[in-house]
């Protein structure tokens, strides 16, 4: 499969759906978290009530695969999940000829930066 580039303007109108599965993958990671403590608890109880452990590590193996099948439909639009809980996506994209990542963080209205490949968040530069 030929790797996918973006124009600035094909990410943009993607943004939409990244911030709808930004906030779902958010509230799952807070909501996984949440549980594994109350998994926790529950071993710690003794004796343990294995009904009540079964039901929450069910709980939580199916919340892994949902936000995991969340994951990869990003990635097979290819969009790179960079980090969830502070938003940060990357987009491929060629300016000048030259590879790059375009780059969107949680809260910024548009992608406006991009780096290189290797650069990361901290080499960011600003579109034209």
């Not at 594994?36 to 193996?61: G, H, M, S, T, W």
């Not at 990361?120 to 034209?128: H, N, S």
């Amino acid at each position: 499969m030929a790797k996918k580039y973006f124009t600035r303007e094909e990410a943009n109108q993607l943004l939409p759906y990244v911030r709808e599965e930004l906030a779902f993958l958010q509230e799952a990671k807070r909501t996984f978290y949440q549980l594994y403590l109350q998994r926790d608890q529950i071993k710690k109880q003794k004796p343990v009530v294995e009904n009540e452990l079964f039901a929450v590590e069910c709980r939580l193996e199916f919340m892994e695969m949902d936000a995991q099948m969340h994951v990869t439909r990003l990635i097979e639009k290819g969009i790179q999940v960079k980090e969830i809980d502070v938003g940060l996506f990357d987009f491929p994209a060629l300016i000048n000829g030259e590879e790059v990542l375009l780059c969107w963080r949680e809260g910024e209205p548009s992608i406006a930066h991009y780096h290189g490949l290797h650069d990361g968040f901290a080499g960011r530069k600003k579109l034209d």
